[in-house]
C-alpha cells in the first residue's frame, strides 16, 4: 500500500522541521536511520496484537512477538520517550492526511466521486479533574472524554478518524472536515452518509448553505406522523425489502417547509400506515424514494460494526497522553449564554409592561382631564339653559323649548359621566393586569439572574491535549488498514470476514518458530487444532508465498503451517 514511506516522509519531515529552531539533543530517540525509526514504531503500531493496551504493559511484557523481529523489546520508558518526541513534532494532523490519502488511493483507485459513512465515537477519560463532559452512550453516562469522527468509505473501508473535544457537535465540523479532506483527496465527495446524530436542523443548513449532499436520519424520540407531512409522490417500494415503502415528502406547514431545507423521505411497513422511519438530509434527485433507506441501511456494516472491530481489536478506546491545560468551562459558558440570553428577554418583556403602565397612566391622565374639560362645558351650558328657562317662567314666555334644551343638556353630562367612567375602568382594568404580570416578571427576571449567576464562569478546567492521543489513533487505524489489505490480498476466501480481533487470536498470535537464513526467512506456525481452521491457513500461506513479499532487509519471507499430527 505504500504505507512505509508515507509514515517515514512525515516522521523525517517534521523531525527535520523542528531541528530547525532545536538542537539535535532534544530528538534522541528520532535522530537515527529509518531502521531504527521503524523498530519503536512497530512497538507502537502492535500493541493490540501483543495483548497491550498501554504503553505501561511493557514494563512486564515478556512476549517473543517483538523479539523475533529485532533480537529484544524496547520497555516502557523507552518507548513514552519516543511518542513523546514525536508528539513534540506536531505531525499527527499532517499523517493523518497523507494517510487518508494513501488509503483512498489503495482502496479507490478509480477517481469516481466518493460516499463517505460518518459516526462519532466517545471514549471516556477517567478523571476527578474538572473537565468538559459529554454523554458516553456506550456507558450511558455523562463523562469527560474524547469525540472521535471516524470516516469511512464503500465496503467500510477506513479512510481516517479525528480526535476533537468531548463537547464538540457534529454540525460544528462535519462540513467544514468534508471540503478539507475532499480538497486533500483531490477527489469530489457524492454524500455523507451519517447515523441520526446529523438528523438535526443546523446540520441542514450548513449542508444547504455549502451546497453539498448528505443523508441521515431523524432520531426515534422525534417520531413523526403522517398528517405532518405532505406526500410528494406515491409509495414505492424499499430496494432490496419489499416488506416496506417509502415515499418522498415535506413538512405540511408552509412556514416551516420553507424555512427547512432538508429533504425527507417516509419509511413505513407495508399495510401500515403512519411512518416508522424518517430520513432526512439533502440528497440526489436522481435517488429515488426506496432507494433512499438502503444506502443509509449501509452505515451499519460500513460505519458502526468497523468502530466495534476497532474498539475490541486496536485499543480504540484507550487513552494516550494526559498533558493538559487550564481553559474556560466551555459547558458553562454555553449554559451562561442561554441564562443570559433567557434573561434579556424577561428585561425586554418588562421593560414592555413598565413601558404600557406608563402609557396607561399617561392615558388616564389625558382622559380625566379631558373629562373636566368637557364636563365644565356641559356644566356651564346646562346652568345657562336653566337660567334661562326660569327668566321664561318669571315672564309667563313658553319653556317647552328650553326645558328641551335642559334635558338634553342634562343627558349629554350623564353620558359623558357614564362613558368616562367605562373608559377609565377599562384602563385601570388594563394598567392593573400590566402591573400584575409586571409584578410576575420582576419575580422571574430576579429567579433567572439567580440562575444566571449562580453558574460557575470563573473556574478553568481541564482539556486534554490530544497530540499524543492522535498520533496513537493514526497508528490504531493503520494496523486495522493493514489487517483489511491482508484478508484481501492474502487470507483464504473463507477468512476474509474476518474482524481484526478475531485475527490477532487465530492468526497474528498464532505460536510458532522463525529460522533466519542469509537469503530468507521461514516462519512455521504450528498446526491447528481443527481440520478446517489448519486447511485455510494452509491455502493462506501458499497464497502469501506466491506474492514474494520480502523483509526490509531484502530477504526472501515464506510462511508455513506444520502438518497436524496423526
Known amino acids: 500500500m505504500g504505507l512505509v514511506e508515507v509514515v517515514e516522509q512525515e516522521v523525517l519531515t517534521a523531525r527535520d522541521t523542528y531541528l530547525v529552531d532545536h538542537a539535535p539533543q532534544d530528538l534522541p530517540h528520532l535522530t537515527a536511520d529509518g531502521a531504527a525509526l521503524w523498530c519503536k514504531i512497530d512497538h507502537l503500531l502492535y500493541l493490540p496484537l501483543l495483548g497491550l493496551t498501554h504503553l505501561c504493559g511493557l514494563y512486564y511484557y515478556q512476549g517473543a512477538g517483538l523479539l523475533v523481529l529485532y533480537s529484544f523489546t524496547y520497555k516502557y520508558m523507552t518507548m513514552e520517550h519516543f511518542l513523546g518526541q514525536l508528539t513534540r513534532l506536531q505531525l499527527s494532523a499532517a499523517l493523518a492526511e497523507r494517510l487518508a490519502i494513501t488509503y483512498v488511493q489503495s482502496w479507490y483507485p478509480d477517481g469516481a466521486p466518493l460516499t463517505l459513512f460518518v459516526d462519532w465515537h466517545s471514549k471516556p477519560h477517567w478523571t476527578k479533574s474538572y473537565s468538559h463532559t459529554g454523554h458516553v452512550t456506550m456507558w450511558g453516562r455523562v463523562l469527560p472524554g474524547t469525540k472521535q469522527l471516524l470516516l469511512s468509505g464503500p465496503q467500510g473501508r477506513l479512510v481516517g478518524c479525528w480526535d476533537y473535544p468531548i463537547d464538540t457537535h457534529l454540525s460544528h465540523v462535519l462540513v467544514d472536515l468534508e471540503e478539507a479532506l475532499e480538497q486533500t483527496l483531490n477527489r469530489p465527495i457524492a454524500c455523507t452518509i451519517v447515523d441520526s446524530e446529523g438528523g438535526g436542523l443546523p446540520l441542514g443548513q450548513r449542508y444547504a448553505a455549502a451546497e453539498r449532499h448528505y443523508l441521515s436520519v431523524l432520531p426515534q424520540e422525534h417520531a413523526c406522523l403522517l398528517a405532518d407531512f405532505e406526500l410528494e409522490g406515491s409509495w414505492e417500494p424499499v430496494q432490496h425489502d419489499p416488506g416496506h415503502e417509502a415515499v418522498r415528502a415535506h413538512w405540511a406547514d408552509p412556514e416551516r417547509a420553507a424555512a427547512d431545507p432538508r429533504c425527507f423521505v417516509l419509511m413505513r411497513p407495508v399495510g401500515h400506515r403512519e411512518p416508522t422511519r424518517v430520513y432526512t438530509g439533502r440528497f440526489a434527485d436522481a435517488w429515488a424514494a426506496g432507494e433512499v433507506p438502503w444506502r443509509h441501511r449501509r452505515r451499519w456494516p460500513y460505519s458502526e460494526r468497523r468502530i466495534r472491530d476497532l474498539i475490541h481489536g486496536a485499543n480504540l478506546n484507550a487513552n494516550y497522553g494526559y498533558t493538559y491545560q487550564e481553559v474556560p468551562h466551555r459547558t458553562r459558558l454555553r449554559a451562561w449564554e442561554k441564562a443570559q440570553a433567557q434573561v434579556t428577554v424577561t428585561e425586554q418583556q418588562l421593560s414592555n409592561q413598565q413601558e404600557a403602565v406608563r402609557n396607561l397612566r399617561h392615558r388616564l391622565a389625558t382622559l380625566q382631564d379631558r373629562y373636566q374639560q368637557q364636563r365644565a362645558t356641559l356644566a356651564g351650558q346646562l346652568l345657562h339653559q336653566r337660567r334661562q328657562e326660569q327668566r321664561g317662567q318669571r315672564l309667563g314666555q313658553p319653556v317647552k323649548r328650553a326645558h328641551q334644551q335642559v334635558a338634553r343638556s342634562r343627558q349629554a353630562l350623564a353620558t359623558c359621566t357614564a362613558r368616562f367612567q367605562r373608559q377609565q375602568r377599562h384602563l385601570w382594568e388594563q394598567l392593573c393586569a400590566h402591573q400584575d404580570k409586571g409584578r410576575q416578571l420582576q419575580a422571574q427576571l430576579t429567579h433567572r ?118
Open 449 to 566: 439572574r439567580q440562575v444566571r449567576d449562580a453558574i460557575d464562569t470563573e473556574t478553568l478546567c481541564r482539556e486534554r491535549e490530544l497530540e499524543k492521543d492522535q498520533l496513537m489513533l493514526n497508528f490504531q487505524i493503520l494496523l486495522a488498514s493493514l489487517h483489511d489489505w491482508a484478508t484481501q490480498t492474502y487470507f483464504a476466501p473463507a477468512w476474509r470476514a474476518l474482524s481484526l480481533e478475531k485475527a490477532t487470536q487465530m492468526i497474528y498470535r498464532k505460536a510458532g518458530r522463525v529460522t533466519w537464513y542469509d537469503d530468507r526467512i521461514e516462519v512455521e506456525l504450528d498446526p491447528y487444532r481443527y481440520a478446517d481452521q489448519q486447511r485455510l491457513m494452509e491455502a493462506t500461506c501458499a497464497r502469501f508465498n506466491a506474492a514474494h513479499r520480502r523483509w526490509r532487509d531484502g530477504r526472501l519471507l515464506r510462511i508455513s503451517v506444520a502438518a497436524a499430527p496423526g
